[in-house]
């Protein structure tokens, strides 16, 4: 029996309607093979919208339908539900992107509204050939696997396990804390870091429900909706958590001392080292590399001294696996490299400092405990702040870090705090927008800071007078006054940009989760939802997203935390019905689907052998099919047939102009050729 198809065009405002025509797009789709209904409205996606198409399923006994609106990342599932609710299986719902992929790319009113008509033309040639397709339900493991351990991950752990639910918490270094550790103050209530932190570091090493592996890393993800296996790598610490106490007295003895990683290389540590003194756990690693026994067969004072004999040089690492149904990523961020910028003599200059330097010289547990000094000692005359270090610039990263504004402000107040310098900050533009900012900002106009609005073009010794002997000269283009300043200073501070982790790529591939330009990973929604990700049994929290300050990290995190609940709460998660099959009488057997499926769902098995996919580990993702060279895979709704039939839709419609064109031409006398 012939389907039965309605078309819905949505002006999207003036998303859509500004640059296509859209009541043309509805009108040539009512023209369309088997288009029994066709109508346009301004916002399809609204609760009147959803009720036209509705009221047409029944009223019209429609059995397939398309959506002409924007991408299906953002309304898919809105509009399978809409379908659902009137009785039509949702699989015989398409959407034909005619937002992201022609109203906002294309420039000519005449040509988008062309380009519509055909990727409406095609999507109606496909939809005529779905099937309806059925989901399945499938029982969520009780479990909530949180990777990283800074503050998104230590509030998501928290919540989730308050909930009652089992929490494993993964964190790469031995202690959770992450950046918010190294902190001296929060912005803009001057809260000490570690004062706020810390309850919540300890209470996430003494939760029940908190399963803390610290100095551990994710390295496999295998198993499907809600039923994941995370592979758990236990770094040999070559201490033996349970038998230490913590007591230090290895870290006392042992002899060998390097930069330490926790004061940015200005401070030391020892081969033998907790992170920072409130560490949670308090347990003490090995640094193989830094180690003189490691290195030369000689020493083991940290194993003399060991009263409880916890130190264990032949410690291998441990691989562990545990079932999770939901996973909150809060992997963090990375500081910009202010090496890659040299105009500003960080590296060159023993005086400038990045951020997160000055956080922990500003720090009463830093590495000079909290005495602002120069190099050659002494208090500082005068100290420059220059924002926007690697960000809002074409050269590095065009995104705002949203932080560096605000943090180089509680920078310039402590400076205030601990000196007598005079304090300038150099500024593109003040960005002050969280509750309490602008307060702040005028608290600082207040206590002197002098603001100069210009973006800083280098850092200099060259002196040109006598005032500048000695000095780091800052040199900026003062925008409000048309001046190039030169202001001879004794200290730089660099408001560093915020960037994704080095390895976001590698974690992203891993759980498959996609990232922005920038390296980010991208919310399911950036607005409706901001923590989850193209995976419902994935959430994401905290700058792993991209900048923010800490309140709004912790809301994402809670909101992370509640999407896991809510998941877990109902107990079972419904399997995309969209998968992969294997026509056994085609199949060459060469496995090239077996290598390249990137959820691992195909496998061989039997006798004789044949190729099976695990339709409840398949993600319908179609990477077999297109590269099955016997073409003996077929994706549902992706198949052969209606591919070719979505092709041939689109090139009708061409070839329909075509016919319009050479009919205009002819009228006017015009050569047709």
């Known amino acids: 029996m012939a389907p039965r198809i309605g078309v819905y065009v949505c002006h999207c405002g003036s998303n859509i309607a500004g640059k296509v025509d859209v009541k043309a797009v509805g009108e040539m789709a009512k023209n369309l093979p088997n288009v029994v209904t066709a109508r346009d409205y301004q916002f399809m996606c609204s609760e009147p919208g959803q ?30 539900g809409t379908c659902a609710s009137a009785g039509l299986n949702h699989y015989r719902m398409q959407m034909a992107n005619i937002r992201e992929h022609c109203s906002w ?15 409406v033309a095609g999507t109606v040639g496909k939809v005529r050939h779905l099937r309806p397709l059925a989901e399945r339900e499938v029982p969520v493991v009780q479990s909530v696997l949180v990777v990283g351990g800074g503050i998104a991950g230590i509030q998501a752990a928290l919540q989730c396990a308050d909930a009652g639910y089992k929490v494993y918490l993964v964190e790469r270094k031995q202690s959770i804390g992450g950046h918010m550790a190294m902190l001296d103050k929060t912005f803009p209530t001057l809260d000490c870091s570690a004062c706020i932190l810390t309850p919540k570091m300890v209470a996430v090493g003494q939760h029940s429900n ?27 610490a070559y201490v033996d958590f349970e038998k230490c106490n913590g007591c230090g007295i290895c870290q006392e003895k042992c002899p060998a001392k390097v930069p330490n990683e926790f004061e940015q290389g200005r401070g030391q540590r020892k081969a033998v080292y907790t992170l920072f003194a409130q560490a949670v756990p308090n347990k003490p690693v090995i640094d193989k590399a830094a180690c003189i026994y490691f290195k030369t067969g000689k020493c083991r004072a940290c194993e003399k001294f060991c009263k409880r004999n916890a130190i264990d040089f032949e410690q291998q690492d441990r691989v562990e696996e545990v079932d999770v149904g939901a996973i909150i990523l809060a992997t963090g961020h990375e500081v910009f490299d202010a090496t890659r910028m040299p105009q500003y ?56 870090s949203e932080v560096c504004c605000m943090y180089s402000l509680k920078f310039a107040h402590l400076l205030h705090e601990h000196t007598h310098a005079r304090i300038y900050n150099f500024y593109i533009d003040m960005r002050c927008v969280g509750k309490g900012y602008e307060e702040f900002y005028d608290r600082l106009l207040n206590e002197g800071v002098r603001f100069v609005r210009g973006k800083v073009a280098g850092v200099t010794r060259d002196a040109r007078d006598v005032s500048e002997h000695g000095k780091l000269v800052v040199q900026a283009e003062d925008t409000l006054t048309g001046v190039i300043r030169r202001v001879p200073v004794d200290m730089v501070i660099l408001a560093n940009a ?23 990973f991208i919310e399911q929604h950036p607005k409706l939802n901001p923590f989850g990700t193209s995976n419902n049994c994935i959430f994401i929290a905290g ?52 290598s390249i499926c990137p959820y691992q769902a195909i496998s061989v098995d039997g006798e004789p052998q044949l190729v099976a996919v695990d339709e409840t580990l398949c993600h319908g993702c179609g990477t077999c099919a297109a590269a099955c060279p016997a073409g003996a895979i077929e994706a549902d709704n992706f198949n052969d047939n209606q591919i070719l039939h979505e092709i041939e839709g689109l090139l009708s419609w061409r070839k329909e102009r075509g016919k319009e064109t050479e009919a205009e031409l002819a009228g ?3 050569p047709t050729k």
């Open 210 to 236: 908190i399963k803390l592996f610290a100095y551990s890393e994710v390295e496999g993800i295998s198993g499907y909706a809600g039923n994941m296996k995370a592979k758990i790598r236990h770094k040999a």
């Open 668 to 670: 006017t006398g015009s």
């Open 345 to 400: 003599g960080y590296g060159k200059y023993p005086d400038v400092y990045t951020s997160l330097e000055f956080e922990r010289m500003v720090n009463a547990s830093g590495f000079s405990q909290g005495k602002v000094l120069t190099s050659e000692g002494k208090e500082p005359d005068s100290i420059a702040i220059i924002h926007c270090t690697g960000s809002r610039d074409q050269r590095y990263n065009t995104y705002c």
């Open 51 to 80: 009720e036209l198409i509705r009221q047409d399923i029944r009223e019209k006994d429609l059995d397939a339908v398309v959506v002409a609106a924007c991408s299906p990342l953002m309304h898919e599932k809105t509009f399978r």
């Open 498 to 520: 915020l960037e994704a982790q080095k390895d976001a790529g590698e974690v992203g591939r891993l759980f498959g989760i996609s990232r922005n330009k920038a390296g980010f």
């Open 543 to 594: 700058t792993c997203a991209g900048p923010k300050d800490i309140p709004y990290t912790v809301s994402q995190a809670s909101a992370a935390a509640s999407g896991a609940i809510t998941l877990l709460s109902r107990g079972n998660a419904l399997l995309e019905a969209v998968g992969a099959h294997i026509d056994s009488d085609l199949c060459s057997r060469c496995l090239t689907c077996v």
């Open 105 to 119: 790319v294309t420039e000519d009113p005449a040509a988008a509204t062309e380009k519509a008509k055909a990727i």
